[in-house]
């Protein structure tokens, strides 16, 4: 492979950046005082602490998964901090953040507004007297949707969240849903009565300058009979953070007719070229199509982290359910991810589509796992799968594993996979029409990806493309 | 056609490349006038794809010694996409695919980069899709093309006439068309000649590089060059070309080697 190409993927990080923290902070380790502690914080009540506490005993019986296809130092769990409220400095104006981070935003397109929220700039400073997020919570309220912290969600909206929380991942389902059900201090929750469309895309933007977005994240979604909702996750923007270990589970419910739209894009901290720091990103998200007529779709593109193992899976309980997964994952240097779906059909007539895109570059290792599962009773389940993989030099690896279990006769399923590989032909192939090499590597990435923009939001989607640019960008020659 | 006060578009020297350390052009020698058509023939193996190849930078081929001015520049040491820039053309014999990306995006990429360098005008998508349709009339190319990622599960004689679309937008001082003709029928072989003619100015020049004299009955060589061996064994008219493939290579070789 061409010097060119290992210069381009070897670009060093240069966009992250940390916010001074004053926190106060619980001691070191997990025990139950540290749970009560973060409940009484949280001034839970008693049955949140006693889900927290019936997690936290299942995860002493659990091992960590050993099956992703990833290699990881052993993690001290005694050694985390599991509480501490974060009280980030705010800076005073736009002049006060650093300039590299500024052209960064620059560069993606980040709105005016939403770039000082996440630079961590005090957001009255920059407009006057009403906040963004203030405006949006109004707007929201007029059509009786609750988007608030899940913190805020658990003291105000109890017997919601009661209802639902855990109902999709049990707080026992895998060794770090269990720990995450028993520590969890951040998150959102949103609920969209019975055929509200919602008006916007709700996005984490919105609660960014109240909330930091914490180690245990949990979000939960419903959508009562005919809602509709599209919710955007994370943001182009480089996010560092001290916490090595993240692990937030998302849950999303669709009933009757309800639509949910789930994308995410994440580019937490990966490391550097030689793997040293990055976050570990271990994720359960899982959707619940529990009404007839449902459908969740998710839609992520990944491009950062030292170790992403995240599988965001529909369960397709309702007949004529429809569940899609729509997934770039891009690793470079030593990142690692283990990422894919699952679509467990229950009901009926069950539709799931899987278009997953792997991009590795570097001494990456990229692979895609999913399962799909045909119930004893999903007449007329179909399923269909599509996984390919994009090779950039000679060192990086990409694996695909997928697992079909069906279970009746009546299902169609099909998967289709390919492998190719960036190679000087097509980069010659640009350059003799005058196209240098790296718009030629970005429009080779934009076109691979393409199946999976078009399902982002617009907006998301100029800058996810933006995004893939900047993370192979480099001196070229 | 030839003449004798045209400027030189091309002048070889000495060419001399190896690809993966074996040495395929051993020293060319080649002049190139605006206004020109030359043939380059020979058999498989011969390097007359190398050649071109290497006039056009492929990193894989490895120019070992010699000289390439084209327009008073040394492109052996020009990016590739800088040679393109520059007016230098390549119509390949395998056109790449590359899934997902439309053929508009990159015709208009293209047509605007090289437009930019040449301080002219840039289209916008509308004023380009215009632009690119009057172009493929031309070639009688279907409007279906410009959706469709770029030569993604064309035909061989969509992609040789995809290609010459190409050349069409960008407009270049010398195409070097690498075996354009293989793969196409006779009457796509008609559509893609006459495209080719219409093109050619006494500004600019082509050079052509083929195993057969058929695509040399529409598009009228004013030199023909056989290559062996890596070199030029013999040059000479439109008539070389019509003897070659009475007589075969075995002619010219045989008679090289006497």
Redesign the interface.
């Known amino acids: 492979m061409s010097s060119v190409l290992e210069n381009l993927v070897n670009q060093p990080y240069r966009h992250g950046f940390v916010t001074e923290i004053e926190a106060d902070k619980a001691p070191r380790g997990l025990n139950e005082d540290i749970i009560r502690l973060i409940s009484a914080k949280k001034q839970e009540p008693e049955w949140m602490l006693e889900f927290r506490l019936k997690a936290y005993h299942h995860w002493l019986t659990m091992t960590e998964p050993r099956w992703p296809n990833v290699k990881y130092p052993k993690i001290d769990f005694q050694n985390i901090f599991y509480y501490s409220a974060p009280k980030p400095k705010k800076l005073a104006s736009m002049d006060e953040v650093d300039p590299e981070l500024l052209r960064t935003f620059e560069k993606l397109g980040v709105p005016m507004n939403e770039r000082a929220a996440l630079a961590g700039v005090a957001v009255d400073v920059i407009f006057d007297s009403v906040s963004v997020a203030t405006t949006y919570k109004q707007r929201l309220a007029e059509v009786g949707i609750i988007f608030c912290s899940i913190s805020e969600a658990v003291r105000e909206h109890p017997d919601l969240v009661r209802r639902y929380l855990g109902t999709v991942v049990p707080p026992g389902d895998n060794f770090y849903a269990a720990l995450n059900s028993a520590v969890f201090t951040d998150g959102s929750f949103c609920y969209i009565p019975k055929g509200v469309r919602c008006p916007m895309e709700l996005s984490t933007y919105f609660r960014i300058n109240t909330q930091e977005s914490g180690q245990f994240e949990r979000t939960l979604i419903v959508a009562e009979e005919g809602a509709h909702v599209s919710y955007l996750e994370g943001c182009t923007a480089p996010k560092f953070d001290s916490n090595q270990l993240h692990a937030a589970v998302v849950e999303l419910v669709a009933l009757d007719n309800a639509e949910i739209k789930y994308s995410t894009v994440q580019n937490w901290y990966a490391g550097d070229e030689k793997g040293v720091g990055g976050i570990y990103n271990f994720v359960t998200k899982r959707g619940l199509c529990k009404g007839v007529n449902s459908k969740i779709s998710w839609t992520q593109v990944e491009t950062g982290s030292a170790i992403t193992w995240k599988y965001p899976s529909c369960v397709l309980l309702g007949d004529n359910s429809i569940g899609e997964f729509y997934s770039v994952a891009l690793t470079n240097h030593h990142q690692q991810a283990d990422t894919g779906t699952k679509m467990v059909h229950i009901g009926r007539n069950t539709r799931s589509r899987i278009i997953s895109k792997g991009i590795s570059a570097g001494q990456s290792n990229n692979s895609y796992r999913g399962l799909v599962k045909i119930g004893a009773r999903a007449e007329g389940a179909r399923n269909y799968s599509q996984c390919d993989s994009m090779l950039i030099g000679a060192k990086c690896s990409a694996n695909t594993f997928p697992y079909i279990q069906v279970n009746n006769h009546s299902a169609k399923v099909e998967h289709e996979a390919s492998t190719s590989k960036i190679g000087e032909d097509q980069l010659f192939y640009l350059a003799s029409r005058g196209i240098g090499t790296e718009e030629a590597v970005s429009m080779i990435i934009n076109g691979f990806c393409r199946d999976v923009f078009q399902q982002l939001p617009m907006e998301f989607a100029v800058e996810a493309t933006k995004l893939l640019g900047l993370k192979l960008e480099g001196s070229v020659g | 056609m030839i003449r004798a006060n045209s400027p030189i578009l091309l002048e070889v020297r000495g060419l001399r490349a190896n690809v993966a350390g074996v040495e395929i052009l051993k020293g060319i020698d080649i002049t190139v006038r605006a206004g020109e058509v030359h043939a380059i023939m020979g058999r498989n193996g011969s390097g007359k794809s190398t050649l071109a190849k290497a006039l ?5 081929y490895e120019v070992t010694s010699g000289t390439a001015v084209f327009e008073g520049r040394n492109v052996l040491e020009m ?3 800088d ?3 520059a007016g230098l ?2 119509g ?1 014999q395998y ?2 695919e ?5 053929n508009a ?2 015709l208009r ?2 047509y605007n ?2 437009q930019g ?1 040449r301080g002219q005008e840039e289209l916008d998508p509308l004023e380009f899709d215009d632009h690119v349709r009057a172009k493929m009339k031309l070639l009688e190319m279907d409007a279906g093309f410009l959706e469709r ?2 030569n993604d599960g064309f035909s061989g004689g969509e992609k040789k006439r995809n290609e010459i679309l ?1 050349m069409a937008l ?1 407009e270049p001082r010398l195409a070097i068309l690498d075996e354009t003709d293989s793969g196409l029928d006779i009457d796509a072989l008609r559509v893609v000649a006459a495209g080719v003619n219409r093109l050619l100015t006494p500004q600019n020049a082509v050079v052509l590089v083929t195993h057969y004299q058929r695509m040399l009955n529409y598009i009228v060589p004013d030199y023909v060059h056989v290559m062996e061996g890596g070199r030029i064994v013999k040059t000479g008219g439109k008539d070389l070309a019509v003897e070659l493939e009475a007589r075969g290579y075995d002619w010219v070789t045989g008679e090289v080697a006497a």
Do not use: D, M, N
């Not at chain 2, 056009?56 to 894989?60: F, K, L």
């Open positions: 056009a930078g492929h990193p894989a990016a590739p996409e040679r393109a820039r053309f390549l390949f056109p790449v590359i899934a997902g990306l439309s995006a990159f990429l293209a980069t090289v360098i990622s770029v190409q960008l």
